[in-house]
């Protein structure tokens, strides 16, 4: 079975570019995160879906950071204008709801680097 | 609110050295605690889980008891080897509220030399 599948795994770009991250979650599950990892400040949820609609985005950083998730199998996370300090691996994660029992499963991330 | 504390690294032990790695929460009511495991450029995958208080979380010769008299889910193995070399995650997810959010602790790098 496929994994979650992130796209691209690097990105490297000059400050002040758009930047679009994308995800595909794994078919079936209908809950989606957005993770952004920093040596700095570990692993921080962005913001997470539940069947397409945006549950909880506190964790975006500011408005400069929006995410969509326009059907079940695609997310897209967009920073514009970035700035060097958005520098880090952001990871998908998708999991089916009901039942404690079901964990996320990781895309292998992107490793975004704003110069 | 809701925080995971883990022991900070890296640890370093030789192959089949026993390793523990701390963890400890805060939460209000009884959530699910987790590892996870990140190798080298990848994402993270479930390590093993419990749900509820004295559940043992058991996989790959790893294991970890939940706690809850002393909010703590530790990790363990009896005999690591070259291939755990990784960095480990303990996180929490509140079971009320319908909550899916997981709270994870900053990762503890291991490394196992031959």
């Known amino acids: 079975d496929a994994g979650v599948i992130q796209s691209p795994r690097h990105e490297v770009t000059e400050m002040g570019q758009e930047v679009t991250l994308r995800c595909k979650p794994i078919s079936g599950h209908n809950s989606l995160f957005w993770y952004r990892q920093t040596m700095m400040r570990g692993l921080e949820l962005l913001i997470y879906?539940?069947?397409?609609?945006?549950?909880?985005d506190s964790g975006m950083p500011e408005d400069r950071f929006s995410a969509k998730m326009p059907n079940a199998s695609f997310s897209t996370l967009k920073i514009q204008p970035s700035e060097p300090r958005d520098s880090a691996v952001y990871f998908c994660a998708s999991r089916k709801t009901g039942g404690v029992n079901q964990p996320q499963h990781f895309g292998d991330g992107t490793r975004l680097s704003i110069l | 609110g809701d925080s995971v504390t883990q022991m900070e690294g890296p640890v370093t032990l030789s192959e089949e050295a026993f390793l523990t790695i701390n963890c400890t929460y805060t939460?209000?009511?009884?959530?699910?605690l987790f590892w996870y495991v990140q190798y080298p450029g990848e994402g993270l995958q479930l390590l093993l889980k419990a749900t509820k208080a004295d559940d043992k979380g058991s996989n790959k010769g790893f294991e970890a008891t939940y706690r809850k008299e002393t909010t703590s889910f530790h990790l363990e193995k009896g005999s690591v080897q070259v291939s755990d070399s990784a960095v480990y995650f303990c996180?929490?997810?509140?079971?009320?509220?319908?909550?899916?959010?997981?709270?994870f602790g900053k990762g503890t790098k291991l490394t196992v030399n031959p």
């Open positions: 996180a929490l997810r509140r079971t009320q509220g319908g909550s899916e959010k997981l709270v």
């Open positions: 939460a209000t009511g009884y959530p699910s």
């Open positions: 879906f539940n069947n397409n609609v945006p549950i909880d």
